[in-house]
């Protein structure tokens, strides 16, 4: 997946010579937290978060005169050596940078114009989708040894079943590197046969468990 | 006038996929002899479900859908047809007459409507009604046409009232919650069982409406393997904050039997004793807020043997002021369906006190269920004045 397919197109941008009130208007307006700021020809010059604008305002016990300075251009608070990204970037990848720079948005640049941005929440949302959350399933979890084949052992279960996976998301097991823990959503409101076949294929069902089985 | 009224029809059992699938109506004659046996019943209150026309069923949902399981009916539908509208699966296959059955069933829930709504009863019951899964043009876990959606938009269209709707089934009501989810004239209120692993899924405290409707949908997802006292605090309480808030005209109760420790399909801890305490709760809030106007329905539940019949039973007991009936079973009702039975039926009314191993880590899921239900009410609660 790359970035292009899950990035916000409609960017809600100032300019340098924008006061920062505007800014907080503008953030407050589209609930938003950060602004690209760009020139004329939509070239990206700078970038204004909510932080900048905190770093900016006088501390509520000296709160006697902060107005002017909100009359003051974004140009003088803006971040201008920023994180950017293509539209053709990896989603993984970006998601890399998100983490190693502790950043909250990246914005999406073709040929040094503005065309996008991507937002930590679009990032959460392209997550919460891909592990089938927003369709009516329910999950089955399984733990398997590392090995190839694995996984189409398990998903000719489900075919036998006749069951449509939604589904699919495969992790090391912390406790025991040589096992995988493989979590499947599937559209059924009754997994107890599948989870009886996992069960006499000799594969471990970590959920759906019984009490008697909780510890 | 009939305090309450039972609707009921042998034809409501064709709904009926397949011998092994999980949804049973036998449920609905088991119960219903359960009744009549305890000498709870008379023939006068049993009303017969009507059909639910076409352009009731398209209150709610898409005519093109309507259409596809009309033709399914008759077993004229495609295969990649009916996958596109979530039918021919494991778990709502095809089954010749599924558009009358289904219509029928709708319609019940509309007679129970009907009853109540123009004073005819008080309350009513419908225990083949509460498909709250069913969606606008998609069938989905075991339901085809929803009944209490369609009910809620035909409350809303002929008589103008606003409607609280509780769904206590262990699965989320996301089908009723979908099509109000931007209505701000319906309330509807779910405690189930998480969506963590459990279907559907959804039904999370943050799911609570949007538009207009922002507020007016309220969501209690209780942790697996909670228990009685810890379920029934966060139902009395939710039921309580909510209906205060929204003070309805009418109170529509979804009633799925399915939370039990005994119910295959679900992972909670619960016993007879909710059972008891639902309709409870329920009777006393229609009289408080409603002027009794009461409709409860029926839903999940999939231990048929030992906890349906039972549970339902107690909603109809509760609405007819004989919920003092404890004790012993009418032993003719379990000698006729012992034999057909593949459990051992229960003797009592009550389960036994040791009806399940203790539960590890109690404590914390009720610290856990106790903080979800704070944060699914603050909204409502953080709006109260202080005293």
Known sequence: ?215 | MNKSVFIYSDDLLKYKFNDEHPFNQLRLKITLDLLQRSNAIEESQIIAPRMAKEEELCLIHDPNYVHAVQLASEGLLSDEQAANYGLGTEDTPIFPGMHEASALLVGGTLTAVDYVMSGKAEHALHIGGGLHHGFRGRASGFCIYNDSSVAIKYIQNKYKARVLYVDTDAHHGDGVQWSFYDDDKVCTLSIHETGRYLFPGTGAINERGQGKGYGYSFNVPVDAFTEDESWLYAYTESFKEVIEFFKPDVLLTQNGADSHYYDPLTHLSATMKIYEQIPKLAHELAHQYCNGRWIAVGGGGYDIWRVVPRAWSRIWLEMNGLSNISGQLPLDWIANWEQQSPVKLPLTWEDPNNLYPPIPRKQEITEKNLQVLEKALYPIKSIKKPN
Not at chain 1, 26 to 47: A, C, E, K, S, W
Not at chain 1, 51 to 60: H, K, V, W
Not at chain 1, 101 to 115: F, N, R, S, T, Y
């Open chain 1, 1 to 215: 997946m790359i970035v292009e397919e899950i990035m916000s197109k409609n960017v809600v941008t100032l300019q340098p010579e924008d006061t920062i009130q505007k800014s907080i208007e503008v953030m407050r307006d589209f609930n938003i937290r950060h602004i690209p700021i760009v020139d004329q020809n939509h070239l990206l010059v700078g970038l204004i978060s909510t932080q900048d604008i905190r770093s900016a305002t006088p501390s509520i016990f000296h709160a006697t005169d902060p107005l002017e300075d909100f009359q003051k251009p974004i140009s003088t608070i803006m971040k201008t050596n920023v994180i950017t990204g293509h539209p053709l970037d990896f989603v993984d990848e970006i998601a890399f940078t998100f983490y190693t720079h502790k950043i909250g948005c990246v914005p999406i640049l073709k040929e040094k114009k503005l065309v996008g941005i991507l937002s930590e929440t679009d990032l959460l949302h392209t997550f919460v989708k891909l592990t089938g959350a927003h369709k009516p399933g329910s999950q089955i979890q399984v733990k398997a040894p590392n090995k190839p084949g694995i996984l189409s052992d398990i998903t000719s279960i489900f075919k036998t079943k006749n069951a449509l996976i939604l589904s699919i998301l495969m992790y090391p097991d912390i406790q025991d590197e040589n096992f995988n823990v493989i979590v499947i959503k599937v559209q059924t409101m009754n997994p107890l046969s599948i989870v009886t076949e996992l069960r006499n294929n000799d594969f471990e069902v970590l959920w759906p468990k019984t009490p008697g089985s909780l510890s």
